[in-house]
């Protein structure tokens, strides 16, 4: 069965420190696809990243980067200089190639907290 | 990406009545997905559904309490049947935009259900 785990259940930092999402997964397949998407207090949820099982390159988006390690199944997500808009709830998220969007499994979300 | 409008936004309901929101999709989509998330916790589907034939439900969801319709490809509700206060929660409806394997899931704003 597939599993998403987000340890840190909350986090609290000070605008500007850098901060570290963990999210780790466990699945058979070894085809398969992760994503992140935030949650601000408004409560839509919005689509980060997706990235396939097979590109283990980290990518990085303005002050967002992403660290795959198939190794250790884990799939971080960091925030650099980090700020008050970035205060979410945020989920990592797998899903399989067996389906069109039936599949995703979601993580129990880290709610981050950026103090001003 | 595709623009999905969720009607109501919020809503405070008596127990023992039912609520209908409605999801909007501004282009064509084959599946559309019906998420809940209770206060404080992940997101769980509720069902998926496809245009032209019954909605698929999830284990410990079904039709009786959750009726589904999908009368095009751009439009979807979902009833929350005879209500009670662990109804409580953020209804999410979204979409896989292109119907390729694995494209994210795209969300609507949600609708905040509370039931006194």
């Known amino acids: 069965a597939q599993k998403v785990t987000q340890a840190q259940t909350e986090i609290s930092v000070v605008e500007k420190e850098d901060v570290t999402l963990d999210c780790v997964y466990e699945?058979?397949?070894?085809?398969?696809?992760l994503f992140w998407y935030k949650q601000p207090p408004s409560g839509e949820l919005v689509f980060l990243i997706r990235?396939?099982?097979?590109?283990?390159q980290n990518e990085i988006s303005g002050r967002y980067s992403w660290n795959f390690q198939k190794s250790t199944s884990s799939f971080n997500f960091t925030i650099t200089a980090s700020q008050v808009v970035d205060s979410a709830v945020y989920f990592c998220?797998?899903?399989?190639?067996?389906?069109?969007?039936?599949?995703?499994?979601f993580g129990p979300g880290t709610r981050l907290s950026v103090l001003p | 990406s595709a623009v999905i409008s969720q009607k109501p936004s919020r809503d405070i309901c008596q127990r023992g009545t039912s609520l209908t929101i409605q999801c909007q999709v501004d282009?064509?989509?084959?599946?559309m997905f019906w998420y809940r998330q209770q206060p404080g916790q992940s997101l769980t589907l509720i069902a998926t559904?496809?245009?032209?034939?019954?909605?698929?439900?999830e284990s410990g969801f079904v039709i009786d309490k959750f009726p589904i319709s999908r009368p095009n490809l751009t439009f979807s509700t979902l009833t929350v049947s005879n209500m009670s206060p662990e109804d409580s929660s953020i209804y999410l409806c979204?979409?896989?935009?292109?119907?390729?394997?694995?494209?994210?899931?795209?969300f609507g704003n949600g609708t905040r259900l509370t039931v006194t």
């Open positions: 979204s979409v896989v935009e292109d119907g390729s394997y694995n494209s994210p899931l795209h």
């Open positions: 699945t058979r397949d070894t085809t398969y696809y």
């Open positions: 990235r396939n099982s097979f590109d283990e």
């Open positions: 998220a797998l899903s399989d190639p067996r389906g069109y969007g039936q599949n995703f499994v």
């Open positions: 282009s064509q989509v084959t599946m």
């Open positions: 559904a496809n245009q032209g034939s019954e909605a698929t439900y």
